[in-house]
């Protein structure tokens, strides 16, 4: 117990430590989208305790876009046309998937929020775990497979959520968060 207490503290302080540009004197914030091109941001507001301390793993079109911890955004400028983007938690099971179709010249926001129905899921089985071996694999076990049947044959499951969101909205949440790298 004392070990997961100071992984808790460290995660607090580290997520305090904050680097990167605002987005409100990030480039993509004040220059217009390339005409050839379209804009797309992925953004965590830092609202929830729900997997404060966890970064969401960020997918485009099937590969590594990097990660993204509360209060961050990532901005990436796309071609036209269909695009895949994908979130989870690299150890956690399921993900949600998001088709999306952009057209060049345009900005598209999209957040990212944790999922309590996943949360919920795997809840039992942190119940179950103690201090004895037999009490941690039976936990972690439940716990996986509690949220392995919560997400299994959804294309929305997982830790996180991905959805879009009119720039009207996006805008004021975006303004204080900070790139991530």
Aim: charged content about 15%.
């Amino acid at each position: 117990m004392k070990n997961l207490l100071l992984l808790g503290i460290a995660g607090i302080l580290s997520a305090c430590a904050a680097t990167g540009l605002r987005y409100s004197q990030h480039p993509a914030s004040s220059t217009p989208v390339p005409a050839l091109a379209a804009r797309l941001t992925v953004y965590r507001v830092n609202d929830s305790l729900l997997y404060f301390a966890r970064s969401a793993r960020l997918k485009l079109d099937g590969s590594d876009a990097g990660m993204l911890a509360a209060g961050r955004f990532k901005t990436f400028e796309v071609p036209p046309g269909t695009h895949t983007l994908t979130v989870d938690m690299w150890d956690a099971p399921g993900r949600w998937e998001l088709p999306i179709e952009v057209q060049a010249g345009i900005a598209r926001f999209y957040k990212v929020a944790p999922r309590s129905a996943s949360f919920v899921a795997g809840t039992p089985g942190v119940l179950l775990m103690n201090d004895t071996p037999a009490g941690t694999v039976t936990g972690v076990a439940t716990m996986l497979g509690g949220m392995t049947l919560e997400s299994t044959g959804k294309q929305h499951g997982g830790a996180f959520s991905l959805v879009r969101v009119e720039q009207s909205l996006a805008a004021p949440e975006l303004m204080e968060l900070r790139e991530s790298k």
